[in-house]
T-cell receptor, first 110, second 115 residues
Framework: ELKVEQNPLFLSMQEGKNYTIYCNYS?????LYWYRQDPGKSLESLFV?????AVKQEGRLMASLDTKARLSTLHITAAVHDLSATYFC??????????FGTGTRLQVFP | GAGVSQSPRYKVTKRGQDVALRCDPI?????LYWYRQALGQGPEFLTY????????KSGLPNDRFSAERPEGSISTLTIQRTEQRDSAMYRC?????????????FGPGTRLLVL
């Protein structure tokens, strides 16, 4: 059964700094999703990575997928306070069942 | 509609009562999913539908939980004889197609509290 692990679980970073969130998964997952969740809010889709080597960027966030290493990364460039949120990665089990990681809670401070 | 909607947004019930949670997916979306999210955790899959057909219910915790989508649009998740451990945020998501590459769009959730 697919298991998804993220690290770190908590990340406190200063504005302007760069950092990477890691998402490891245990078995084959053809696709990898990243979601953002603000406190008390629903999940907002950030990226869908469909194939090995896929890289997608939106603003200060860049996601990549290495299916051979079973690893996805979410890189944050020059963090700003508005990026403070919890970030989840999710892999696909059979039949479109998303399996989520435990989330990375990001706090960006001045 | 503009997005996935769920009702009620909050539900407080006494142990032993039945509850019905409703999900209205984005118009035209074929697939509908139910997840449960505990505080501080990622969502956990419960069940999903393509059109009106329930494809996978392996995530339903026990037979007190059931779901239906009779006309391929609105779905209802029913919990019978609720227990305190059922307290959680229940989220619905929908996606456009069957291909499996589609993004799942999540609703605001129903927070269930069983006293």
């Amino acid at each position: 059964e697919l298991k998804v692990e993220q690290n770190p679980l908590f990340l406190s970073m200063q504005e302007g700094k760069n950092y990477t969130i890691y998402c490891n998964y245990s078995t084959t997952s053809d696709r990898l999703y990243w979601y953002r969740q603000d406190p008390g809010k629903s999940l907002e889709s950030l990226f869908v990575l469909l194939s090995n080597g896929a890289v997608k960027q939106e603003g200060r966030l860049m996601a990549s997928l290495d299916t051979k290493a079973r690893l996805s990364t979410l890189h944050i460039t020059a963090a700003v306070h508005d990026l403070s949120a919890t970030y989840f990665c999710a892999g696909i089990q059979t039949a479109d069942k998303l399996i989520f990681g435990t989330g990375t809670r990001l706090q960006v401070f001045p | 509609g503009a997005g996935v909607s769920q009702s009620p947004r909050y539900k407080v019930t006494k142990r032993g009562q039945d509850v019905a949670l409703r999900c209205d997916p984005i118009s035209g979306h074929v697939s509908l999913y139910w997840y449960r999210q505990a505080l501080g955790q990622g969502p956990e899959f419960l069940t999903y539908f393509n059109y009106e057909a329930q494809q996978d219910k392996s995530g339903l915790p026990n037979d007190r939980f059931s779901a239906e989508r009779p006309e391929g649009s609105i779905s209802t998740l029913t919990i019978q004889r609720t227990e305190q451990r059922d307290s959680a945020m229940y989220r619905c998501a929908s996606s456009l197609g069957l291909a499996g590459t589609e993004t799942q769009y999540f609703g605001p959730g129903t927070r269930l509290l069983v006293l």
